[in-house]
Structure formats: structure tokens, C-alpha cells
């Protein structure tokens, strides 16, 4: 079966004016489903998806919810909302408890009282905390898919880690359909450059490493060159924006089938480290990369690969962006001319 192919669907997209929910509303658009974004804008953009179907609410206030969903007739729900800054999550715990997981709590009780039962959860691959090494594999990177213990080091994966189990629960209890995908380092734009990354302050390293390539940014820091990894520095897997959609999307079908509550690491399986991508952002660019190496920031693991090989059997997934310079053609396109 192909899950790509689904019915016309309404579907709330929660966090849709946000970087990753941005680049779902616009695929649902293109498939022929209908979206409505449930977005706060305290870090989306009005500008990112289209004005008539953008409600402006907050996942804390239940009123505004139970609105929603008394105005439209949902067949399921999206969730890219929350707070998704590690270091601020130590700082603030509060903050991300509140919104993560009081939010999401809102959000499932709304959905329950309306009968909504499919469920796309965004979560993280920050839930693993750092990898138990049980061996390189195949192409001599040691990747970790779901079995993997689950210990995260912080209130972000913390956060993200307890609604999984929460919609374990409520798939046992109440019967909902639910998809938690563990992104791995979401990147990239959309290829006409009219939708892209935008956050504020920007902590990522490849809008980070643009903006010091074109001079709109401060010179980049780079976190540690004394890893144990053959450069030095950390090593990530970089997912295309437009990868992570897909996957949603056929979640939308794979919920149709099967019940429970299912958990997909989402990344390409290959590993690059920040020398490399510093590396295909001055290819790519034309340009030097202003940067200077600083301390370790802390937490950071030396090596984050996902096995995704979960997602490409069950739901027939396939990352199309798995080049570096073709991921960061798509984001140089959009920061060398950003709309907002
Ligand atoms: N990084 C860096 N300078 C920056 C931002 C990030 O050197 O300005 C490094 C960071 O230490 C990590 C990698 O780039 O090794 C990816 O970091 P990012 O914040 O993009 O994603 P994370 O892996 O933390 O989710």
C-alpha cells in the first residue's frame, strides 16, 4: 500500500506557521488536503502559510482549542508547536513543561471530547540522550534506531519523551492512532525559496554558518574540534524540511490502517560534521566562512545518526535530499533572499 495516496483530509496543523509545520501546510495544500494552522506566532510566521487558514491561538488556552474544533471537522491532528531550544529548556524548564507537555495535554483532551483519533506528534531525537555505542555499523557510523535506550539530557527531550508515553497510554486506553516521529537535524528550505528556517535568536548551525557567509550574522562558533570523531567536531544527520513532511503525510495513511501508538526515527542515515557542512557552505556559497572555534557547548553528543530503516519499510519512506550541497543549495537560496 502506498501511503502517500490518501482521501481529501482536514487537518489541524498546530505550530503550522513554524519552520517545519510551514513546509506540511504547503504539501498538504499541494496533495489536495485541507490544513488549518493553529499557531500562537510567538516564533511562527503569518507570512509562512496562506492568511485564510491561519487561526491565531495558543495550545494553553482551552477555549480557543475547543473553538477550533467545534468550527471545523478534523479527521486528524498535526503537532509541530512547541518550544525547541535546548539550552533554554535548562534555563527555563517551566516554559517548556508548560508548553510541550501542558500544551499537548490541551491539545489531546480537545481532540478526545471531539472524537478526533489520529494524532502526528513531532518529537525528537534528543529523547536518546547520548548513544550507547554498541558498535559501528555497515558504513562505519554507529546509528541509533527506536530500540535504542531513551534517556534524554534535558527538559526539551524530556518534554518530548513523556507525550510519547502519553499517547502509548491513550492508544491502550482510548484507542488513539498516533505517529511520533524523532527527527534528527531538520535543515534545509523549500526549493523555489519561498518558505525556509527563521527562528529568532537563531541557534542552528546552518542558518548560523549563511548568516556569517553573508555578513548578516556574527562570525560562526564552532563548538568543539576535540570530539572523537575524525575531524573533531560533531557529526550530525541533516533531514531535508521537505523529507520530514513526507513522512507526515504518509502517516496520514498509515493511521488509517493500523491502530496504536508507533514511534519512526526520521533521518537520512548519514552522518556530517561540522567541518563538512562549513565545508559545503563555502562550495556553495562562493563565499569564505567567517568562523572561529570555540568552547563545547554543553550536551552536545559527538555522534547523532539515525537508522530510519523503520520509516522506509513501514511507511515506504525515502529521503530524496540525501546531498549535502543540494540540502544547502535549498537554504542558501532562501537566506540569500528571505522573506521574513
Ligand atoms: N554548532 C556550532 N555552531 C553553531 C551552532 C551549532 O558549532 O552556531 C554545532 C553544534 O555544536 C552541533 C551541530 O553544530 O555539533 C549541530 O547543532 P544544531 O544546534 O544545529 O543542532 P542540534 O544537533 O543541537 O540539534
Known amino acids: 500500500m502506498d501511503d502517500s495516496m490518501n482521501d481529501s483530509m482536514n487537518v489541524l496543523v498546530c505550530g503550522g506557521a513554524g519552520y517545519i509545520g510551514s513546509h506540511m501546510v504547503r504539501l498538504l495544500q499541494e496533495q489536495g488536503h485541507t490544513p488549518v494552522v493553529f499557531d500562537n506566532l510567538s516564533t511562527g510566521h503569518a507570512e509562512a502559510v496562506p492568511e485564510d487558514c491561519l487561526v491565531r491561538g495558543d495550545l494553553r488556552d482551552k477555549s480557543a482549542l475547543r473553538r477550533v474544533f467545534a468550527e471545523h471537522a478534523f479527521d486528524a491532528v498535526m503537532h509541530f508547536a512547541a518550544k525547541s531550544i535546548v539550552p533554554e529548556s535548562v534555563t527555563d524548564p517551566a516554559l517548556y513543561y508548560e508548553n510541550n507537555v501542558a500544551g499537548t495535554l490541551n491539545l489531546l483532551d480537545?481532540?478526545?471530547?471531539e472524537g478526533v483519533m489520529r494524532f502526528v506528534f513531532s518529537s525528537t531525537a534528543a529523547v536518546y540522550g547520548n548513544p550507547i555505542d554498541g558498535g559501528a555499523q555497515g558504513n562505519g557510523v554507529f546509528t541509533m534506531d527506536e530500540l535504542h535506550p531513551v534517556a534524554p539530557l534535558n527538559p526539551y527531550g524530556h518534554s518530548k519523551l513523556f507525550i510519547e508515553q502519553v499517547l502509548q497510554a491513550q492508544a491502550r486506553a482510548y484507542g488513539l492512532r498516533s505517529v511520533a516521529f524523532?527527527?534528527?537535524n531538520a535543515a534545509g528550505a523549500a526549493p523555489d525559496g519561498e518558505l525556509g528556517e527563521s527562528h529568532d535568536p537563531e541557534t542552528h548551525l546552518i542558518p548560523n554558518i549563511l548568516r556569517a557567509a553573508l555578513g548578516t550574522g556574527p562570525e560562526l562558533h564552532l563548538f568543539g574540534d576535540d570530539y572523537a570523531t575524525p575531524d573533531g567536531t560533531c557529526v550530525r544527520d541533516y533531514i531535508h524540511v521537505n523529507d520530514l513532511a513526507d513522512a507526515h503525510l504518509r502517516a496520514l495513511g498509515f493511521m488509517r490502517r493500523e491502530e496504536g501508538?508507533?514511534?519512526?526515527?526520521?533521518g537520512n542515515g548519514q552522518g556530517f560534521s561540522v567541518r563538512q557542512v562549513l565545508q559545503a557552505a563555502e562550495e556553495v556559497t562562493g563565499r569564505p566562512i567567517p568562523h572561529t572555534i570555540s568552547p563545547r557547548r554543553p550536551g552536545d553528543a559527538d555522534v547523532l545518526v539515525a537508522d530510519s530503516a523503520k520509516a522506509r519499510a513501514v511507511l515506504g519512506w525515502e529521503p530524496k535530499?540525501?546531498?549535502?550541497?543540494?540540502?544547502m543549495e535549498?537554504?542558501?537560496?532562501?537566506h540569500s533572499d528571505q522573506k521574513f
Open 330 to 334: 535549498t537554504a542558501w537560496r532562501w
Open 261 to 266: 501508538a508507533h514511534t519512526f526515527n526520521l
Open 182 to 184: 524523532r527527527y534528527f
Open 321 to 327: 535530499v540525501t546531498d549535502m550541497r543540494e540540502l
Open 110 to 113: 480537545a481532540m478526545r471530547e
